[in-house]
Each structure stands twice: as C-alpha cells, then as structure tokens.
C-alpha cells in the first residue's frame, strides 16, 4: 500500500469537493460560495463517516452518492481501495480514541 499515492490520487480527485483537510470544505464548495452547491461529507471530523466502514465508502465511491457521482471510470478499483485507505489513515490521526465508558 503506497499512501502518497493514494494522497495523490485523492487530492487530484477528491479534495477539489472534499477538501485538502478531508474537511468537507473543497474550493469547489467553500462554505457554500463555491460554484458546487451539495455540500460533500466531512470525511474527518464527522462522527458519521469516522464510523463508516471501508467497504461503504468503496461502494459509494464506486457508484456515487447523491449529487456525487460515481469514479468508476477514474479509478480502478486498486486505486479506490487506496483512497478509501488513504481516508481511513487521516480519520485515524485526526479523532482521538472515545474512552468506552462515553458509549451506552
Ligand atoms: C464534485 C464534488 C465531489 C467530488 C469530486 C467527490 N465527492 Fe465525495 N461527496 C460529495 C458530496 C456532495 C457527498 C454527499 C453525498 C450525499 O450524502 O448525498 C459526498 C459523499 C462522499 C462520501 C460518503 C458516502 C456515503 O455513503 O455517505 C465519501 C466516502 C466520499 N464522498 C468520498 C469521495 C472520494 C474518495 C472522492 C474522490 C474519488 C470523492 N468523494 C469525490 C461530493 C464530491
């Protein structure tokens, strides 16, 4: 697994509308400002997508969610599987294990 590869492939694909900081915040949407109008998931910081398994995002990914389209025909599937690691190593960094005694 090459992940300055997999970074590579997610800014020139991803970080337009996602964001350079997987924040959600891309030039394309800038707050809102942007010429992209759907705001794009907050890939770190967001609890939801923290939790969202790899295969889930694979398949979004693959076939597009909402105004996201699909990147089938960019990426082939080896590149989107290191994307989705790519995600999952910048989540990991950036939440903080939740001590178990926070869950119910
Ligand atoms: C043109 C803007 C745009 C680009 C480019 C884009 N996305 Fe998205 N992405 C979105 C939007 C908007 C959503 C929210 C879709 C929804 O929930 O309806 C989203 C949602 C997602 C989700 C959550 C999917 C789910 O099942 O809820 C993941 C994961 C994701 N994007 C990853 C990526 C990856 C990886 C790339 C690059 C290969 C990428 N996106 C490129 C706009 C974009």
Redesign the pocket.
Known sequence: MNLKEAER??LV??????GAALD?N?P??KGGEGP?S????T?VGDP??EA?APG??F???TYG?????S?AS??TPKQ?WE??AY?KSKQKKAAPAVAPAAHR
């Open positions: 492939l997610y694909n991803c970080g337009i509308c996602h959600g891309g394309l949407f992209y759907a705001k794009p998931a890939l939801a997508y969202m889930t995002m398949y979004s990914i969610k909402g105004q996201m389209g990147y960019q990426l989107r994307v989705v995600i």
